[in-house]
């Protein structure tokens, strides 16, 4: 992973996007498991159309997920401060999911050097199904070395 | 019945093992592809007590009990028809595999929109781990759709 250096990043700049491979059923499956949500609105078909839903959907946590390797693909996970999320609408079986993060604010408090990050997720028809934002932490400016 | 009176209601600790095994399987469930998430060595050689848990792994260890909606329940929520609004996370240690953590919920907000068509909750969880230390702070947001 490559050190990020505080001046070297400028509002705007955008972080390398990620694109997931479409979410299958198995993919729901292998979630529940492994993230105790064994909510049956997210597996069991037969429930969620008993339900009132067309279909299961995916957990807002696979998403979340998702919009965390984002980051964590971006600077190690130790420089993340804070990360928070909102669940915009429902993500589908068979969504391809796309994360997006751009900084949108460089701040210096007490020495630590932080950048203030925008974060989206779209489907493969660029619909928003997430929005977020985060705070990572990044090395001391370059200059002068 | 989700009302204001039940801001500031804490639910009772939870302490859970962080198990290795399932920190690999969620690395396999999400598409994990950097090793320190699912492999001990790699883990150790950046530093990590082990397998280091992902930044969202808090709310796993919060659901990490037979029935992962009993906090939903208690507070007369139907968790089939509850929605996920939103979810955030601050970071202070990290939480490894082999730790024991202990979780701390409580409600912290309460409120309606739309005249009541839509109730939400606000929890606030607070996860230790076996040294004391605090790891992470994390507030989710449900929304009941009845």
Known sequence: MKEIFFDQIAIGEQLPSLTKPPITRTTLAYFCGASNDHNPVHVDSDFARAAGADDVFVHGMLDMAYMAQLLTGWVPQAAIRSFGVKFGAIVYVGDTITCHGEVVDKV?????????????AVDQ??????TGDAQVRVSAPKVGE | MLDKTLIGKSFPALMVDVEKWQLKFFAKAVGEENPIYFDEESAIAEGYRSI??????????????????????AVGLDATRILHTAQSFEYFEPICGGDQITLVATITDVFEKRRGAFKFMVEETVATNQLGQLTTRFRQTVVDRA
């Open chain 1, 108 to 120: 210096e408090i007490d020495g630590v050097y932080i950048l203030k990050l925008k974060l989206k």
């Open chain 1, 125 to 130: 028809k660029g619909e928003s199904k997430l």
């Open chain 2, 52 to 73: 280091l848990a992902p930044p969202t792994y808090g709310v796993t260890l919060g659901c990490a009990v037979p029935d992962p909606f009993f906090r939903a329940k």
